[in-house]
């Protein structure tokens, strides 16, 4: 069983930089591929980025790339995700997500999901 808690959201200015966060409970984070996703406003919850378990494959929506990066510290149970150059449509509610399959984290098919954390970006 995996919990987590997402945080680091909040109201920036277009150009500006966030960095996220979700912590997560249970002893077996280090075996499970982590992601983050994003809902806008009318939406469909869409993929952003995720990482293996040992951080050595990264993947990025084609939207974010060169701007966000996946990382995580299996010690701290920690995976984070740092937002560079933020654009109004960057703004939705990010989600943290867990399985032990990253290919099935990618797909949004993940076993466990945050709550999510309000990322706004005025321009």
């Known amino acids: 069983q995996v919990q987590l808690v997402e945080s680091g959201g909040g109201l920036v200015q277009a150009g500006d930089s966030l960095r996220l966060s979700c912590a997560a409970s249970?002893?077996?984070?280090?075996?499970?591929?982590m992601g983050w996703f994003r809902q806008a406003p009318g939406k469909e919850r869409e993929f952003v980025a995720a990482?293996?378990?040992?951080?050595?494959?990264?993947y990025y929506a084609d939207s974010v790339k060169g701007r966000f990066t996946i990382s995580r510290d299996n010690a701290k149970n920690t995976v984070d995700l740092q937002m560079n150059s933020l654009k109004p449509e960057d703004t939705a509610v990010y989600y943290c997500?867990?399985?032990?399959?990253?290919?099935?984290?990618?797909?949004?098919?993940?076993?466990?999901w945050g709550q999510g954390t309000q990322v706004t970006v005025s321009s």
């Open positions: 997500a867990a399985d032990p399959n990253v290919q099935r984290v990618r797909a949004g098919r993940g076993d466990y």
């Open positions: 249970g002893r077996t984070f280090s075996s499970y591929a």
């Open positions: 990482i293996n378990w040992r951080s050595s494959i990264t």
